[in-house]
């Protein structure tokens, strides 16, 4: 399996199979993924600016996230 799988969910995170993770990403399936959210002490949250070659592209977001790859995560 490709480093660039991702596990995919459903709803109840109950594991339904792996998928390449542009493809997840561009379908909108749902899959395993985190998030980190830096606060500083005014309570003002850390944000990125996505890269354009990410999915989606140039969009603001959370201050950093992740999708589970397959390969590093079950073993």
């Known amino acids: 399996m490709s480093n ?6 459903d709803s109840h995170d109950n594991e339904i199979g792996v998928e390449e993770k542009l493809q997840a990403h561009k379908s909108g399936q749902l899959h395993r993924a985190f998030s980190i ?3 500083n002490s005014q309570g003002q949250m850390l944000l ?6 990410k999915v989606p592209k140039k969009t ?3 201050s950093c996230s992740m999708s589970w790859s397959f390969s590093i995560w079950t073993l």
């Open 37 to 39: 959210f830096v606060f």
């Open 4 to 9: 660039n799988q991702v596990i995919l969910v």
């Open 48 to 53: 990125q600016k996505r890269a354009s070659s």
């Open 60 to 62: 603001w977001s959370n």
